[in-house]
Each structure stands twice: as structure tokens, then as C-alpha cells.
């Protein structure tokens, strides 16, 4: 067999890009960061002043589509960062404004019909690991291998903040349990592509794992599916 489709899905903070990251630079695949491109275009729609007091301005960001330009490039360390209209905008992208904002923009129909069409054609060569929340239900439904990740929301909530406290937030884990929990049911229950497990999806609840152990759990996966093993 030749090179495939690996499609990861699953919920917020749960450790889906760090292993779909690690996959592609082992295998020589592209990695596709899909939350990522929701993430570019609420930055996007915050300063553009798209959020309003009385929501979101969809009339113009549905104009604005077209001017939104997002894609991946490598750093000077070698990390992929986003790039949107020609800015790293990694950083920012990141942060708790973006955070508390995207799930309102990616529950928009033309906003997934984009990015959906954009991630569609990253991955026409196949070759690529792509994560997000719909990748094995809509964007790709026949990749060869689809893994959907969990883990409890506490226990997502507690690597959530270790991270931004790495970068230096001084965040608490009440705030970023809200964020992990709100998001949940958000994704959960929006009426365009929820986040769901699609049926041939392999289930990893990575609560008790290592990451060293998650990363062993999907090259294994990867070896089967793509006929190595
Ligand atoms: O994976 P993440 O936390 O960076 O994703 C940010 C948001 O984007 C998340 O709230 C759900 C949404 N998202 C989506 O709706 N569909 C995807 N394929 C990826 C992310």
C-alpha cells in the first residue's frame, strides 16, 4: 500500500496534535493542524472587529472569506507555526482570547465549507496526518486510518495549563476547566459537523498514558493500517 490518510479526531486539549506531530515527522508525513485554521480565523474576525455586542458580524466575514490566506510554514527550531496573510500568527492564535472564541466561529457553515475545501486539497497527495474534530467523519470519511482521542476533561484541563504556564499565563485550572468544558459541549452540539466518533474509528482514552506510550500505541497503528505489519 502507498501512502495514506490518518485522520485524528477527538476533543479539546487532549494531546491529538502532539501525537499526530510526532507521527508525521517519524513517518515523512504532512501534518495538518486543522484546529489551527478555525484558531486563524477568529484572530481574524477579533481584529477585524467581526465580534460585536451583539455577536458575530457573519455578513462581513462571509465577504472577508476569500481575504483570509492560511497555511503552515517551519520555523528557525524547526516547529511548524500558522501563518495567516503572510504573519506567524502562532503565538496568538494560542492564547485564552482566541481559545474562548473559536467555537462560535467553527460552528459558522461557510466558514468550515473553506477550510473544509482547504484541507481537503493539503491532503489530495495523501501522505498526510490530520487532526481536528471532523477529519474521519467529513473531510476525509475513507481514511485508511482514523483514531478518535479522549480524556477526562480534568485531566486535559491540567495539561492545558501546564502549557500556557509554560509561555507564561498566570491562568488558574478553574479557568482553563470552563474552557475545556464550555468547548466540549460546544463542539459537542453544534448543528455542522459535531465532533463525533466515526464508526471505524480506533478509541485511545490516553488518561493513564505516557506520551511516549501514546506515540508507540499510533506508529503501531499507522504500521497496520498502511499494510507494514
Ligand atoms: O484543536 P483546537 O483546540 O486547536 O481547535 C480549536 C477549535 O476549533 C475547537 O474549539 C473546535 C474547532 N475545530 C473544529 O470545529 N473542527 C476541526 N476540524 C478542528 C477544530
New binding site residues.
Given amino acids: 500500500m502507498g501512502r495514506i490518510i490518518v485522520a485524528i479526531?477527538g476533543h479539546?486539549?487532549c494531546g491529538?496534535?502532539t501525537m499526530a506531530k510526532t507521527l508525521a515527522r517519524r513517518i515523512g508525513y504532512t501534518y495538518v493542524?486543522?484546529?489551527?485554521?478555525?484558531?486563524a480565523v477568529t484572530l481574524f474576525a477579533i481584529r477585524n472587529g467581526l465580534f460585536t455586542a451583539d455577536g458575530i458580524d457573519t455578513s462581513t466575514l462571509a465577504q472577508e472569506m476569500e481575504n483570509i490566506h492560511i497555511s503552515f510554514r517551519y520555523d528557525a527550531e524547526g516547529r511548524q507555526v500558522t501563518v495567516l496573510n503572510g504573519e506567524d500568527v502562532e503565538k496568538d492564535i494560542r492564547g485564552m482570547e482566541v481559545?474562548g472564541k473559536?467555537?462560535p466561529i467553527?460552528?459558522i457553515d461557510f466558514v468550515?465549507a473553506r477550510?473544509v475545501e482547504r484541507?481537503r486539497s493539503l491532503g489530495a497527495e495523501k501522505g498526510v496526518v490530520m487532526?481536528?474534530?471532523?477529519?474521519g467523519t467529513v473531510?476525509y470519511p475513507d481514511a485508511e486510518l482514523k483514531i478518535f482521542v479522549t480524556a477526562t476533561d480534568r485531566v486535559r484541563a491540567q495539561r492545558r495549563l501546564d502549557e500556557l504556564k509554560a509561555k507564561g499565563s498566570d491562568v488558574t485550572f478553574s479557568e482553563v476547566l470552563k474552557n475545556v468544558q464550555e468547548?466540549d459541549y460546544?463542539?459537542s452540539h453544534r448543528e455542522i459537523?459535531p465532533?463525533k466518533q466515526a464508526s471505524d474509528a480506533i478509541v485511545l482514552d490516553n488518561s493513564n498514558m505516557s506520551i511516549e506510550e501514546q506515540d508507540e500505541w499510533l506508529y503501531d497503528r499507522f504500521l497496520k493500517a498502511s499494510g507494514q505489519a
Fill in positions: 479526531d479539546s486539549s491529538k496534535s493542524d486543522t484546529g489551527a485554521m478555525y484558531r481559545s473559536v467555537s467553527s460552528a468550515r477550510l484541507q487532526d481536528g474534530r471532523d477529519i473531510v468547548r460546544i463542539d459537523s465532533l
